[in-house]
């Protein structure tokens, strides 16, 4: 069985500083992960997603992640916040080759003028 | 191109009412994807479907809940009797093919039961 923690559930920031959103991953197989952001009373777009390759993923907005198998984590980054990035951001897995996604429980992103 | 369109956008019932969510994917996309989102929570897998087919719907509650995707037209998520609890937001998202693609999501519908 797979699963995501994301251990922060809202994260206060001012704008232009930078900002790293934690995710954890469990998975006794090969994994994918992404990353997407819901915007209020919108559905979810996704920032970015690693399946294979380069560990470092940059995505949409200036955003990028990290890969890290042997801490099980893909956390994101963004070296300066705006405040349009003010909302919710979602860690997500994939793995056996199957899309079945499971997703974290969301971080809150509060970007502070 | 337009993306995947769910209506309503907000449905409101009564408790022991049925809720019917449409989703229609994207176009040349066949296969469909449920999730729920409860207030404070993430999205929760309901179900996933193909044309004509239910692939996994181990997501979805016992009792209730039921999910098509006909041939032609657009997939339905049925829940009958609704009772408080239901009320939440409801995605659905569609992808081309099985595999570690994208899933594009619809805006959801969002559910309030009376």
């Known amino acids: 069985a797979q699963s995501v923690t994301q251990l922060d559930s809202q994260v206060p920031v001012f704008e232009e500083a930078p900002v790293e959103l934690r995710c954890n991953y469990s998975?006794?197989?090969?994994?994918?992960l992404f990353w997407y952001v819901q915007y209020p009373n919108q559905g979810l777009q996704l920032l970015l997603k690693y399946l294979s390759g380069s560990t470092l993923v940059k995505g949409i907005n200036g955003f990028e992640a990290e890969f890290n198998k042997s801490q099980t984590s893909f956390h994101l980054r963004k070296p300066s916040v705006h405040i349009s990035d003010t909302a919710e951001y979602f860690c997500?897995?994939?793995?056996?080759?199957?899309?079945?996604?499971?997703f974290g429980i969301g971080t809150k992103l509060q970007v502070i003028p | 191109n337009a993306g995947v369109m769910q209506n309503p956008r907000h449905l409101v019932r009564r408790r022991g009412q049925e809720a019917r969510l449409r989703c229609s994917p994207m176009?040349?996309?066949?296969?469909v994807y449920w999730y729920r989102q409860l207030p404070e929570e993430g999205l929760k897998f309901m179900v996933y479907?193909?044309?004509?087919?239910?692939?996994?719907e181990s997501g979805m509650p016992k009792e209730r809940f039921s999910a098509e995707f006909p041939k032609e037209g657009p997939s339905i998520l049925r829940i009958q009797q609704v009772v408080r609890g239901d009320s939440a937001a409801y995605f659905c998202a569609s992808s081309p093919s099985s595999g570690a693609n994208e899933q594009f999501f619809g805006p959801g519908t969002r559910l309030t039961v009376l």
């Open positions: 997500a897995v994939v793995s056996g080759g199957y899309q079945k996604v499971t």
């Open positions: 998975s006794s197989v090969s994994v994918y």
């Open positions: 176009k040349g996309h066949s296969h």
């Open positions: 479907l193909q044309k004509e087919n239910i692939i996994d």
